[in-house]
């Protein structure tokens, strides 16, 4: 069972800076693709971005690229979302997510086994 644990949301003003850490129960990505996903109120849980399981290769959402970026900690435990010029549009409950298996890029939610609970990030103008 992989344990996800998010943390470092919050309320930042339009143009701020915020990042998310996403604790995982092992060397989860060693095994996992690791991703970031959000949800804003009545929409459809969205992809943002996503780390390759060697650590090599990331991909976004075009909505976010060029403002955001996923890496990892140097314990291999950690997954991160630098989130940079943020819009009130990237309002959201951030979500983070394993998925096993092959298969590059993966942007689907269905493609992900294992999530975790959440952090509210707020945006505002």
């Known amino acids: 069972q992989v344990q996800l644990v998010e943390s470092g949301g919050g309320l930042v003003q339009a143009g701020g800076s915020l990042r998310l850490s996403c604790a995982t129960s092992?060397?989860?990505?060693?095994?996992?693709?690791m991703a970031w996903f959000r949800q804003a109120p009545g929409k459809e849980r969205e992809f943002v971005g996503t780390?390759?399981?060697?650590?090599?290769?990331?991909y976004y959402a075009d909505s976010v690229k060029g403002r955001f970026t996923i890496s990892s900690g140097n314990a291999k435990n950690t997954v991160y979302l630098q989130m940079n010029s943020l819009k009130p549009e990237d309002t959201a409950v951030y979500y983070c997510?394993?998925?096993?298996?092959?298969?590059?890029?993966?942007?689907?939610?269905?493609?992900?086994?294992?999530w975790g609970q959440g952090t509210q990030v707020t945006v505002s103008s």
């Open positions: 780390l390759s399981r060697s650590g090599g290769l990331t």
């Open positions: 092992g060397r989860t990505f060693i095994t996992y693709t």
């Open positions: 997510a394993a998925g096993y298996g092959g298969g590059w890029p993966k942007s689907s939610r269905n493609e992900y086994d294992y």
